[in-house]
């Protein structure tokens, strides 16, 4: 599904989902000091990207050390992916990343990177799903549906979007002024619609509501 996995130095996932991902991901890259929790659940990181403050040394000769300061490490480890990982260039398609232990810990992160995948979406074309221990942020553009399961928890945040409306919600979607607006929705059924003239972030949660 995933071409790699980047994990970040956030809260490192426990839910099954996110860790199925990462234990069946084809390649696995580690933001800095993400490369200790990788080795506590047993899995080999193949690069480990950023300014390598936090990378203890057994680990050193999988750092590819990125000074500037200008982005984080997880933006680091995306230019990354973009420029050294092969895809098959006869068919080209988009880059497909997982983004793991990218919230957590510090809200102001958690905050920063979920707008950071939004704009590997909109600027460098990655198809990217952000997991959390709850469920998973999802950029979109335009018309999109998604599948689902009665009563599972979604929200939307709207990057933009003149026009957006919803089929399969408990509440029919808007062009949300503010990011509170099209939180707390619900599916009613297998899967959920949007027509926009824009770009917008789907929230899911794994499961239905208790």
């Known amino acids: 599904m995933f071409n790699v996995v980047i994990v970040a130095n956030g809260q490192f996932p426990s839910h099954e989902i996110p860790l199925g991902i990462l234990r069946n991901a084809r390649y696995v890259v580690a933001c800095d000091g993400a490369i200790a929790s990788l080795q506590k659940e047993g899995i080999e990181a193949h690069v480990v990207i950023g300014d390598g403050d936090s990378v ?10 990125i000074d500037e300061q200008d982005d984080n490490d997880l933006t680091k480890a995306t230019r990354y992916c973009i420029n050294h990982l092969t895809l098959n260039t006869s068919h080209p398609a988009p880059l497909r ?10 809200e102001d992160h958690t905050i920063g990177n979920i707008g950071l995948l939004m704009r590997y979406y909109r600027e460098m074309g990655i198809e990217g799903v952000m997991y959390t ?23 939307i945040f709207n990057f933009g979007c003149q026009h957006l409306t919803s089929e399969g919600l408990r509440w029919n979607s808007y062009a949300y002024d503010q990011w509170w607006q099209g939180t707390l929705n619900e599916a009613i ?21 208790k």
């Open 56 to 65: 203890p040394e057994e680990f050193r000769h999988l750092l590819i050390q």
């Open 189 to 209: 059924g297998n899967s959920f619609s949007f027509f926009a003239d824009g770009y917008y972030m789907v929230y899911q949660t794994y499961g239905k509501l």
């Open 97 to 106: 990343i997982a983004y793991l232990g990218a919230t957590g810990l510090r």
């Open 133 to 155: 221990d709850f469920g998973m942020f999802t950029p979109a553009y335009g018309n999109k549906t998604f599948n689902s399961e009665k009563g599972q928890q979604v929200s």
